[in-house]
Every structure is written in C-alpha cells, then in structure tokens.
C-alpha cells in the first residue's frame, strides 16, 4: 500500500504531567491540539473531556498491550492519534507498552504500522513535581523504583531497596500499594527499617499538584504502610537529607556531617 504524506498518520506518546495544567508542556498541548483520537486509562482521558475535537478512547488499566495495538491501528489509517500517560511516558506508563507490541509485531501489523510517525513527549513525572514542593530531596544521586510486582516478582523489588539503600541513594518509589496489593508498601517499609538509621526521612506526597495535594515528611521510625496509598509517590532521603524551615534537602556534597 502506498501511502501519501497527507495521509501519514501518527502516533504521539505524550506526558500529561502530575496533575497541574501548568505542568503540562507547551510541546504536549500542540499535540493535543492537531490529535484527532486520544488513547488511554479513563482517569487521564477524564482529563481531556470538552476537547470537542478528539475521539476520545479511554480504556481500564490493565489493558495496555490492546490500548497500544489499537492505537497503532487507527494511527495506521491515517488519523493523529494520541496515548495518554499521567506524569512522563517513559516512567512506568505507556512508551514501553508501545514498543513492546510493535517489537512483537506480526509480519502483517509491521506492515500496517511502518507508515505510522510514532513520536515519544515527554512530561514532569510524579518524583519530580513531588521533589520541588518538598524541596530538594533528590538533589544527590537517587533511584526510582515501581513497587508494584505485577510484571516483576516481589523478591527483585526487596533486593532493589536493600541495594539502594546500603549504596545510599535517595529513592522515590512508585506505586507504593493497591487494593490488590497491601502488603507490598509494608515489606518495603521493613526493608527500609532494616537497612537505614531510625531518623532516616521518608516523603510521603500524594496527589500532587492537584487541588487535594497532601505532603508529610516523617522518620522512617515512625512511618507507617497506611502512609502511602496508590495516589501517593513515596520519597525516601539518602543519610544525609535533612530539614531546613519547612522544606526538605539532600546536600550535594558528603562533606557535610549527617543529621547536622
Ligand atoms: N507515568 C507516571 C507514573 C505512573 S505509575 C509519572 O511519570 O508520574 C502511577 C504512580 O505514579 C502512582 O501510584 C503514584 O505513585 C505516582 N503518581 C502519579 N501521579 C501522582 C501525583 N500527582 N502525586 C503523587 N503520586 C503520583
């Protein structure tokens, strides 16, 4: 089939940021703005409701392998298409989905989907905007890990946070728990417990940038799992992060003295 580039249809990855339309990028707004369909998990597209212009395909969450074949298909028949992810795309969300279908794609998808422009945008991810309200906790190495154990087992997630932690990084963890999930944020927590001093601080901010943001800074002795719920990214200090006012801060440098 030959396909005229009037016709190319297109296929943005496109971060919407934490929750703030201030968040959003200026490069993501176009997108949105020349989309002809938008896919994604029904809270995100919620975001979108009144843009007139868009056919809007929300879809549950579990279902990002089928959500980015029918993009890719639409996009395929020459409409501009769009997936949605909260926060940037590449961070847990929908970029990899996408490249994971069209890298298991059959001789005839790879066929229909070869014409598609397939565009990744990024977006401020959840770690990020939660840092600069708290302050400045990642302001020294850190690692970002997802807690859920859907697509990885539980014992590789424990072994994450024992390694970070005696390497000193910051952490910001993702996913904390879910309904299906309780246990999980609480073994992290032990993990933590064992590895770390008492005083050690741990971030707690949920729904940020959004009208109901929460933010509580605690030690991780008196962290406890109902802390942190499925809207919440969790930060964890490295042994040097302290307080200064109300704001939290990871020095850059090992030259200060712990808990100063
Ligand atoms: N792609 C998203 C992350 C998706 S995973 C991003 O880059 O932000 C979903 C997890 O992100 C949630 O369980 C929570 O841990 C975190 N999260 C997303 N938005 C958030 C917000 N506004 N406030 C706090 N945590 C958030």
Redesign the pocket.
């Known amino acids: 089939m030959n396909i005229s580039a009037a016709a190319r249809g297109s296929l943005r990855v496109v ?1 919407l940021g ?2 703030d339309d201030a968040l959003m990028t200026d490069q993501v707004r176009a997108s949105i703005a020349a989309a002809t369909d938008a896919f994604g998990y029904f809270p995100y597209i919620e975001r979108l409701q009144g843009l007139g212009h868009l056919q809007l395909h929300a879809s549950d969450n579990r279902e990002e392998l089928d959500r980015a074949r029918a993009a890719l298909d639409l996009a395929a028949r020459g409409r501009q298409v769009l997936m949605l ?5 590449g ?3 929908m970029a990899s989905a996408v490249f994971e279908v069209l890298e298991a794609a059959t001789p005839e998808q790879q066929q229909r989907w070869a014409a598609v422009d397939v565009e990744v945008q990024p ?1 401020i ?3 990020l ?2 840092a600069a309200r708290l302050g400045a906790p990642l302001g020294h190495d850190f690692c970002c890990i ?1 807690l859920s154990d859907n697509l990885k087992p539980a014992a590789v997630i424990e072994l994450r946070i024992r390694l970070a932690a005696q390497a000193d990084f910051a952490m910001a ?4 728990c ?1 309904k299906s999930r309780p246990e999980g944020f609480a073994r992290a927590l032990q993990a933590l417990k064992d590895e770390c001093e008492p005083e050690r601080l741990i971030c707690f ?6 009208p109901d ?1 929460t933010l509580n800074v605690v030690t991780l002795a008196a962290a406890t799992p109902e802390m942190a719920d ?5 930060i964890v200090g490295n042994s040097l992060t302290r307080q200064v006012g109300r704001h939290v801060y990871t020095p850059r440098s090992y030259g200060l003295p712990a808990h100063g």
């Open positions: 971060g934490p929750g992810s909260s926060g940037d795309p961070v847990f969300a977006g991810t959840a770690m905007a939660a997802n963890f993702y996913n904390p879910s901010a949920r729904n940020v940038s959004r943001e499925m809207r919440t990214v969790v």
